[in-house]
């Protein structure tokens, strides 16, 4: 059960002192890889830097890193059972996202980090992660409608929520390619708030100039706010670009348009494509970048579907699915730490396949079974692209799947 709010959050890290100063990352689309980058951008300047990123990829502790590496499993244990005891003792009834949160934020005061890059979880004014000291710098990237249950059901309502880890006097990064409706819910709370904003546009960020063409259009976009924020952090460091675009290109963004070899479990030589794309914003990145990349003259594509439970998949369907594709849907496992998540039933998402009006060449139900949804997805490919997609959850299971047949990818 999500239940927003700060005051237990606040009561478990009330003698918490938090020294390290904070880049807090809210929006609908590009957190993560916006805390990627610039956690590229602090290391490649030696700068000690925690991060927290929700969720997690594969185990649970992989949410928290130090310099880019997941903690051990025993540091996460510890400071978890640490901060779950001051939670029984005072009898404060947080959510497991609130322990979480308090977990890194005594990890980071444990290892004594200069920066913490902190992506929210929720929405913004009430998420766990708004309970920080020391924010030197705000980020909102892209917003769109998500967890309307929650934030509101317009995007207004939505960016309001999210403009609400604004803090008087501390700068805010606003990728400037929102809808007009959204910067203008920005810029009237920045003026109530008391905090400035600074508009990132790829366009005219200097550090695009040295990036190229290599990037797609919403990776420049990320990576515009990510300089900008780094810049007004240390603006000493962010005037020699060579160093940082080398750190930025090595980034790994894991399940975010990553190509993958899954040899080992099917057989399939080829690459397939993952990409954790779970709502209308994100679908439509993935589109075009399969149309851009895939479709090798109008080649159908092979897809992997899963989806979390209540989720309305059906404009992400449009966006993604062409006439001809093909389309195995499964149900990702339970998510540890999250029991609230559940799969959308198989059967389910290929219904809402048929009501999508785009007629699919094949369709079928692996049920709980990722193996026989890869098997099936590989030998109906037959070599032609594959993309598993529609939950990071079901990119989780993949990710574990390849782990237990010994084959590590690369997370942070």
């Avoid at 400035?196 to 797609?216: C, N, Q, R, T, Y």
Wanted: charged share 20%; hydrophobic share 40%; glycine share 8%.
């Amino acid at each position: 059960m999500i239940d927003l709010g700060l005051a237990r959050v606040a009561a478990l890290l009330r003698h918490t002192p938090q020294t390290w100063k904070a880049i807090h990352v809210a929006g609908t689309n590009g957190k993560g890889s916006i805390c990627a980058y610039l956690t590229a951008m602090l290391r490649a300047n030696r700068i000690s830097c925690g991060r927290f990123n929700s969720p997690h990829l594969i185990d649970r502790w992989d949410c928290i890193t130090i310099n880019d590496s997941a903690v051990s499993e025993n540091k996460f244990r510890y400071f978890g059972e640490l901060v779950k005891k001051r939670n029984q003792d005072h009898k404060l009834g947080a959510s497991e996202f609130e322990l979480l949160t308090a977990t890194a934020f005594e990890i980071f005061e444990a290892e004594k980090v200069e920066v913490g890059v902190i992506e929210v979880g929720l929405g913004g004014r009430l998420d766990a992660t708004n309970v920080l000291k020391q924010k030197s710098v705000t980020v909102i990237s892209k917003i769109g409608l998500d967890h309307q249950s929650f934030l509101g059901n317009t995007l207004e309502e939505i960016t309001l929520q999210k403009a609400g880890i604004m803090q008087k006097g501390v700068p805010c990064v606003v990728d400037a390619r929102n809808p007009k409706s959204v910067l203008d819910v920005v810029q009237q709370h920045a003026n109530e708030t008391g905090a400035s904003l600074h508009f990132a546009d790829p366009g005219s960020s200097k550090i695009m100039v040295e990036i190229g063409d290599e990037f797609e259009p919403h990776q420049c976009q990320n990576l515009a706010c990510a300089y900008e924020a780094f810049r007004l952090v240390y603006p000493h460091y962010a005037g020699s670009t060579g160093g940082l675009v080398s750190a930025i290109k090595a980034a790994v963004w894991p399940g975010r348009l990553q190509p993958l070899n899954i040899k080992r479990l099917t057989g399939r030589t080829e690459d397939v494509l993952l990409d954790g794309a779970h709502n209308p914003q994100s679908a439509d990145v993935l589109s075009a970048f399969v149309e851009k990349r895939l479709r090798v003259g109008a080649e159908p594509v092979t897809w992997v579907l899963a989806a979390s439970e209540g989720k309305d998949i059906g404009e992400i369907l449009r966006l993604i699915l062409r006439p001809g594709d093909n389309v195995v849907a499964v149900e990702f496992g339970p998510v540890d730490g999250m029991p609230w998540v559940r799969p959308m039933n198989s059967g389910t998402i290929l219904q809402r396949v048929r009501e999508s009006g785009v007629a699919v060449s094949t369709q079928h139900s692996a049920l709980k079974s990722l193996s026989s949804a890869l098997d099936w997805a590989s030998r109906t490919a037959e070599g032609g692209p594959l993309v598993i997609a529609g939950s990071l959850y079901l990119i989780s299971d993949v990710l574990k799947l390849l782990r237990a047949k010994g084959i590590q990818s690369r997370v942070p």
